[in-house]
């Protein structure tokens, strides 16, 4: 969203205005899930820190003056969140060490890099919804859920060929709004969160 729109929300935001708090959650609800999710490897827990993240924003609400400091407010409760949910579980994952101890310099970096990443992750995702209906399907199918070529086409009763077709189609669709680093990242990233799903 344009951010003098958000801008122009943030006196009715401060008066408790349910609809402008709404908007904000809109903007960074998934953004912030995924970030968590990077962090975790558990969406449901993410999901629950960025609900509370929420919550806690919609207390302090008085406090903000500019949209700037609510995101920066929301990445960094959630993220204190994540680490306070990693102290307290017995975690063997070596990725997962890594995040708990993020004093240093070299843990601020990791977290602007996840912030971007999920930021990313977040516009793909809007360009994605703006795809023809079946476009969007067998995309999704093929690089959200790992599907194969002739299990997608067997499932939606089309071609191979026509698989093949709409996949090439949506990532032409893409690169119109995207560089191939931006995709291959995308790509790489939702990969790796189904990898740990299973």
Same mark, same amino acid.
């Given at each position: 969203?344009?951010? !003098?729109? $958000? +801008?122009?929300? =943030? *006196?009715?935001?401060?008066?408790?205005?349910?609809? #402008? %708090?709404?908007?904000?959650?809109?903007?960074?609800?998934?953004?912030?899930?995924?970030?968590? !999710?990077? $962090? +975790?490897?558990? =969406? *449901?827990?993410?999901?629950?820190?960025?609900?509370? #993240? %929420?919550?806690?924003?919609?207390?302090?609400?008085?406090?903000?003056?500019?949209?700037?400091?609510?995101?920066?407010?929301?990445?960094?409760?959630?993220?204190?969140?994540?680490?306070?949910?990693?102290?307290?579980?017995?975690?063997?994952?070596?990725?997962?060490?890594?995040?708990?101890?993020?004093?240093?310099?070299?843990?601020?970096?990791?977290?602007?890099?996840?912030?971007?990443?999920?930021?990313?992750?977040?516009?793909?995702?809007?360009?994605?919804?703006?795809?023809?209906?079946?476009?969007?399907?067998?995309?999704?199918?093929?690089?959200?859920?790992?599907?194969?070529?002739?299990?997608?086409?067997?499932?939606?009763?089309?071609?191979?060929?026509?698989?093949?077709?709409?996949?090439?189609?949506?990532?032409?669709?893409?690169?119109?709004?995207?560089?191939?680093?931006?995709?291959?990242?995308?790509?790489?990233?939702?990969?790796?969160?189904?990898?740990?799903?299973?």
């Amino acid at each position: 969203m344009n951010s !003098d729109l $958000l +801008l122009d929300l =943030m *006196p009715a935001f401060q008066q408790g205005a349910a609809e #402008s %708090f709404n908007t904000f959650f809109k903007e960074y609800y998934k953004p912030l899930c995924f970030f968590a !999710d990077q $962090l +975790l490897g558990s =969406m *449901p827990d993410a999901e629950d820190i960025v609900k509370d #993240s %929420f919550v806690k924003l919609w207390n302090k609400r008085s406090d903000f003056d500019h949209p700037r400091s609510i995101k920066s407010f929301l990445y960094t409760t959630t993220r204190n969140a994540c680490l306070n949910h990693l102290r307290h579980q017995k975690v063997h994952d070596h990725f997962q060490q890594e995040m708990i101890y993020l004093d240093d310099k070299k843990g601020e970096d990791l977290i602007l890099q996840r912030m971007i990443q999920s930021e990313l992750i977040q516009s793909i995702y809007r360009e994605i919804e703006k795809l023809p209906e079946k476009r969007q399907q067998v995309f999704r199918m093929i690089f959200l859920e790992g599907l194969k070529n002739d299990e997608i086409a067997e499932k939606l009763g089309i071609s191979v060929f026509t698989v093949k077709e709409h996949k090439a189609k949506a990532l032409a669709q893409l690169r119109l709004r995207f560089n191939d680093t931006q995709l291959g990242l995308f790509l790489i990233l939702v990969s790796s969160l189904l990898s740990i799903k299973k």
